[in-house]
């Protein structure tokens, strides 16, 4: 007995110095950390406190909240901002609930081809997404792309995808409803084919058509995941650069800047790095308030633990 009290003092003497050496493992990440993350969000919030632009490049000087004052008393902020909740809703819409709708349909019981089906929703990550709305700009080309060609042959249209009000920021939402509806797709089949089969035999044998067995089943048991993957994928569509940069670069006008795309104009365009960075600083904040106001009434979080 008292050899194993001896034990246990020595295990106890050795537990903080094997703490101090996992910390020292770790110490490598928060470096990284440190260095891709922490340092850059630093270095944001204080050139947003200067005048750094082409003209004060070597000599910029801190100018308080004077950048802050001039970009939130501007109209163009709230344009961007409109433009920027239009985008990501309408996305996370549309690639929330087709992605659902057609994950239904392949896991329903006795539908043909969903082999095929599941092969063919994955073309568009067939290639680099760069590469994909290249080539989807050149499709909505007014005068040479293809649908329009299509559409003038059946219907003697050709709508400017790309160049009006609203069919622009129709366009960007639909593609990226193209390069994300696979991803969306194939994480609900995983949700829905975690439901047991016996209350799917269960409700069938008490009468519940499809419709009732996804209102009575599915969304109660799938409503945390559901609301985990829609706000995730809303903050992914808030934040998403390169679909509205490449297909419309914002245009026309500012029709379809957001706030992501609309700080690069302003820091490469402009070359007013200062007032691009509160344009960034502004957009992780409202992103931010938006999850922790969701998070407390769906509960989403709770899914991780």
């Not at 549309?94 to 073309?123: E, H, N, Y």
């Not at 609309?262 to 070359?271: D, G, H, P, R």
């Amino acid at each position: 007995m008292v050899e194993v009290e001896k034990q246990m003092d020595s295990a106890n003497k050795v537990k903080p110095k094997s703490d101090a050496i996992y910390l020292l493992f770790l110490l490598p990440v928060f470096v990284v950390l440190g260095f891709l993350d922490f340092y850059p969000i630093a270095w944001t919030i204080n050139i947003s406190l200067t005048n750094f632009s082409e003209a004060h490049f070597f000599t910029y000087s801190y100018v308080g909240l004077t950048n802050f004052y001039n970009v939130l008393t501007s109209p163009t902020l709230t344009t961007v901002i409109m433009n920027n909740i239009v985008f990501a809703g309408s996305s996370i819409l549309l690639m929330a609930g087709l992605g659902f709708g057609v994950a239904l349909l392949i896991t329903q019981p006795g539908i043909r081809g969903k082999t095929v089906f599941r092969s063919l929703i994955l073309v568009p990550w067939a290639f680099p997404a760069f590469i994909t709305i290249l080539i989807w700009k050149n499709l909505l080309d007014q005068h040479f792309g293809a649908v329009n060609q299509v559409l003038s042959l059946l219907f003697h249209v050709s709508p400017n995808w790309t160049g009006s009000v609203p069919l622009a920021m129709i366009s960007v939402i639909l593609v990226n409803l193209w390069l994300s509806l696979a991803y969306y797709t194939f994480v609900y089949t995983a949700s829905l084919q975690s439901i047991p089969q016996e209350l799917y035999d269960a409700a069938q044998m008490d009468g519940y058509g499809t419709l009732s067995r996804v209102r009575n089943i599915v969304i109660p048991l799938l409503s945390r995941q559901i609301a985990f993957i829609t706000i995730f994928g809303f903050i992914f569509a808030w934040s998403n650069f390169y679909i509205p940069y490449l297909l419309t670069s914002g245009e026309p006008g500012i029709s379809t800047q957001i706030l992501i795309t609309y700080s690069y104009t302003e820091a490469f365009s402009y070359l007013s790095y200062g007032v691009a960075a509160v344009y960034s600083i502004i957009s992780v904040l409202i992103l931010l308030v938006m999850v922790i106001i969701v998070n407390h009434y769906s509960k989403m979080m709770s899914i991780l633990y």
